[in-house]
């Protein structure tokens, strides 16, 4: 009886013990780097048990994990997965497991397209980071980016900065893609859709208007075709006598802040006309003012064409002397040595039309310029016995008139094509740079534009080929001014700007 007793009483005691150990769990927080909770990531279990999502406070709990030793996985959107194995669980206990999830990372490769060819490398910044020098070809890398968007500014020196927003991808390369244009190829550009208006002969577009013409227009009884007009003179001249209407702005001023809100946002519809002493200045200012998309005609002779009042005329408006008979040559001169071509590196330039303004500032504002050059200067120039010292002529005779006779050593390049890049790289930027035309207005032209891409040291030939020689044939000088028979006497204003 006694030995019944006991194994009846160890059979209970054997069932209790059978499957009676509890089960597990896995508990803790998921959170980013920046102590923030991250919401929904799901965090499942190796050998597999349940899966479990996060809450609002980045909180999980696996219930009923049998003892034994797992690898646990947590995986969220916008995270690098991590695993941690050898994670313990024992019976009716919580294995705690806090996870910090890295961020998951894209890159952006950098296709930077240099359309001068002269930057070394660009400057790729965004602000809060450090800033990322792209290689010379314009390539390169920037990593570790979380998703999302950025917005970078390029830049170099001479160039037109740029600004890009990219959207990042985790896992993935995105490109950031920009053709990076200078300042000097801005202006270059701005300069040839001016001339391009020219065409293949004088026909196609006035280089300048005459006195008679915007006399005529001004008084026709029509003010809705008025143009604009505007004296290049100083202001004290201006008081003196100027076009009824006009404003007043001095030709080495119109690219300032005044005078570009004075004339406004360019209109198409618009057409200006400006007039200086004796077309010389008006024709540089007209340059600088159709570059900055106002469409200006210069008048022809200035303000001497407009009246014969002395006093108005001021003693700088005398009337063109045509007096020499300096010798011309048949024989074409050509150009064979290349030049770099002037580097433009201005503060505060973002835009085209920017940099047309700051070019032109440096250029007008350059002390040492020299507008004009007389036929008697440039003459004694060359024949002083010292070539180093001779300039570089262009000619914007026809091709015509240029073989009949031209100044010694003088090229020929149509006004049209002086900005051509093939023809920039043959000016010098060490020596002068004397432009001759007929009479100054188209050669003014010209110096205005050079001016412009930099070549500061240009110069028109004033009253051109006719102050040269007026009495070579076919060199088209015929048609010469006469004060006599030329000049007007319209009706001026005089005072200061009301």
């Known amino acids: 009886m006694k030995l019944g007793y006991i194994i009846i009483a160890a059979l209970p005691l054997l069932a209790l013990g059978c499957g009676s150990e509890e089960n597990g769990s896995i508990t803790g927080a998921v959170t980013a780097a920046s102590g923030a909770a991250i919401v929904g990531a799901t965090v499942a279990t190796d050998p597999a048990t349940t899966t479990a999502t996060t809450d609002a406070a980045g909180k999980y709990t696996i219930a009923e994990v049998k003892k034994g030793s797992y690898t646990v996985s947590v995986t969220a959107a916008g995270f690098v997965t991590k695993q941690r194995a050898g994670v313990a669980v024992s019976s009716g206990a919580a294995a705690k497991l806090d996870v910090l999830l890295d961020p998951a990372t894209g890159s952006i490769a950098l296709t930077l397209n240099d359309l001068c060819n002269h930057s070394t490398g660009f400057t790729v910044s965004r602000t809060g980071a450090t800033d990322v020098t792209s290689n010379a070809d314009g390539s390169g890398t920037i990593d570790g980016l979380t998703a999302g968007d950025y917005t970078f500014t390029i830049k170099d020196a001479g160039y037109l900065a740029q600004t890009k927003t990219v959207t990042v991808t985790a896992g993935q390369s995105v490109d950031l893609a920009a053709d990076m244009k200078c300042q000097s190829l801005a202006v270059a550009e701005a300069a040839r859709t001016y001339l391009a208006k020219f065409g ?32 290049v003179r100083t202001s004290a001249d201006y008081a003196l006598g100027h076009v009824p209407g006009a404003l007043d702005i001095s030709w080495k001023t119109v690219a300032d802040d005044t005078a570009l809100t004075l004339l406004g946002t360019p209109d198409a519809s618009k057409k200006y006309v400006d007039f200086c002493y004796t077309g010389h200045t008006g024709g540089i200012a007209s340059a600088v003012l159709n570059m900055l998309g106002y469409a200006t005609t210069n008048m022809k002779y200035g303000f001497t064409a407009w009246t014969t009042d002395a006093t108005a005329r001021t003693a700088s408006g005398t009337p063109p002397d045509y007096t020499k008979s300096f010798g011309t040559v048949t024989a074409a001169s050509t150009a064979t040595t290349t030049h770099d071509l002037p580097w433009l590196a201005l503060d505060g330039v973002t835009t085209d039309r920017e940099a047309v303004i700051m070019a032109a500032r440096s250029y007008l504002k350059d002390t040492t310029i020299v507008a004009t050059i007389s036929a008697q200067v440039l003459f004694d120039n060359l024949n002083d016995g010292n070539t180093a010292n001779d300039p570089f002529i262009i000619s914007t005779q026809s091709a015509a008139d240029y073989a009949a006779g031209h100044i010694p050593g003088a090229i020929n390049i149509p006004l049209k094509d002086i900005a051509k890049v ?44 006719a102050g040269w020689n007026s009495t070579s044939p076919g060199m088209g000088t015929t048609a010469l001014w006469s004060d006599a028979t030329d000049a007007k006497n319209f009706a001026f204003s005089t005072g200061a700007t009301p």
């Open 200 to 231: 293949t002969s004088p026909a196609t577009a006035a280089v300048a208007t005459t006195a008679q013409v915007l006399f005529d227009n001004l008084n026709d009884g029509v003010s809705t075709n008025d143009p604009v007009v505007i004296s």
């Open 422 to 465: 093939e023809n920039l790289a043959l000016y010098p930027t060490d020596r002068q740079i004397v432009v001759a035309c007929y009479t100054g207005h188209t050669a003014a032209i010209a110096a205005g534009v050079l001016g412009t891409l930099g070549y500061h040291k240009v110069a028109n030939l004033k009253w051109g080929l």
